[in-house]
């Protein structure tokens, strides 16, 4: 599978190291490494989800127990939670860290993803989210720990993009 297997685990090790104890996510071929991790791990609490709206709760809940917590999801899982994020992590003032695969952009392969890919940006401009691309390993330490600071410091929700780059490899 040329889903990067280093990068995911730079990942992981970053989330845990900054104290996140609860990850949501379904099912999602770039996130496969992180969500089998995050099953693994007797320190890490994963909830599986029949639809990624789920997760604002789940993170909802977490930050109200004062656990921290960390969403995944593919561009079309953000799009599909939206209500979630607007009628409840924005409206209560929840830090939201969101993790998101950021399918459909350039060396896509599956149509399916590129219509997805194509509004993320615009819809979290839309929603006033704050976000940023994460394209390479040597950026993930710093802009995790960026936008974990933000999402507590605003208490509200913010996004990394997992770009290509970072979260595939090519076969050669």
Known sequence: ??????SSKLIYGVL???GIRIVSALPETWLVHL???AE????MTLVRLAKEEEGVGIS???HLAGVKSAMLMQNHGFLASVNGIVSCAQLYRIP???LISARGTFGERDPWQTEGGGVTEHVLEALRIPF???ESQDEVARKISKAQT???AASRPVALLLGRDLMWEEAS
Do not use: T
């Not at 599978?1 to 280093?6: G, K, L």
């Not at 693994?40 to 320190?43: G, V």
């Open 40 to 43: 693994d791990d007797p320190e």
């Open 96 to 98: 939201l860290l969101m």
């Open 16 to 18: 845990k190291d900054s």
């Open 1 to 6: 599978m040329p889903v990067s297997v280093s």
């Open 60 to 62: 909802a809940g977490a």
């Open 132 to 134: 940023d691309r994460l």
């Open 150 to 152: 933000l999402a507590y």
């Open 35 to 37: 969500i089998r991790m």
